[in-house]
């Protein structure tokens, strides 16, 4: 379920189908990601899941994997 949400917040925030979207999908190298769309994504989940992600953990972010071990672990 939390996997499921956090494709659809990438893919409204990057345009693109959340049938796209892996665990092992890379925000810059696979889905073209900036820095800002990253920051964005990243105040969606916290929104969403109601948790607070640290500055140093989001620069450790590049997969979806990554930021779904975030919110797993929050």
């Known amino acids: 379920m939390e996997l499921e949400k956090l ?3 990438i893919a409204e925030v990057l ?3 959340p049938r796209e979207v892996t665990e092992q999908t890379r925000f810059v190298e696979d889905l073209c990601a ?3 769309d990253v920051y964005q994504i990243v105040m969606e989940i916290e ?4 948790i607070g992600i ?5 620069e450790k972010i590049s997969t ?3 930021a779904m071990e975030l ?3 929050a």
């Open 7 to 9: 494709k659809e917040i």
């Open 15 to 17: 345009s693109v189908d």
């Open 34 to 36: 900036d820095s800002l």
């Open 47 to 50: 929104e969403t899941f109601g």
């Open 54 to 58: 640290s500055e140093e953990d989001i």
């Open 64 to 66: 979806v994997g990554e």
């Open 71 to 73: 919110i797993r672990r």
